[in-house]
């Protein structure tokens, strides 16, 4: 069975490039990649149009990014809390 994952970012609020204006009114971009908190859900088996609707949704959305396949254990339509890896270690009592 073929997967999807939804990964919803809690924080940073939103994913990927931002163009922003400086002082001088010079275009400035920034790359925001990285997710601190937030949510995964697995997704399963994908018709076509329902592949479509949700890349539509990801697309609308600025704190949703895709990712093909799931993490290990991942329930399908259960959203799992992400953990950085610096959260790992401090629950494993490791720093």
């Given at each position: 069975m073929?997967?999807?994952?939804?990964?919803?970012?809690l924080k940073p609020e939103t994913l990927g490039k931002r163009f922003e204006l400086d002082a001088d009114g010079q275009i400035?971009?920034?790359?925001?990649?990285?997710?601190?908190?937030?949510?995964a859900t697995a997704v399963a088996g994908f018709k076509p149009e329902s592949l479509a609707d949700l890349l539509r949704f990801a697309c609308e959305q600025s704190n949703v990014a895709l990712m093909s396949g799931r993490f290990v254990g991942a329930n399908c339509k259960k959203p799992?809390?992400?953990?950085?890896?610096?959260?790992l270690a401090e629950r494993e009592g490791r720093q």
């Open positions: 073929s997967y999807m994952t939804v990964i919803k970012s400035k971009k920034s790359v925001v990649a990285n997710v601190w908190r937030g949510e799992d809390k992400l953990a950085t890896e610096c959260m």
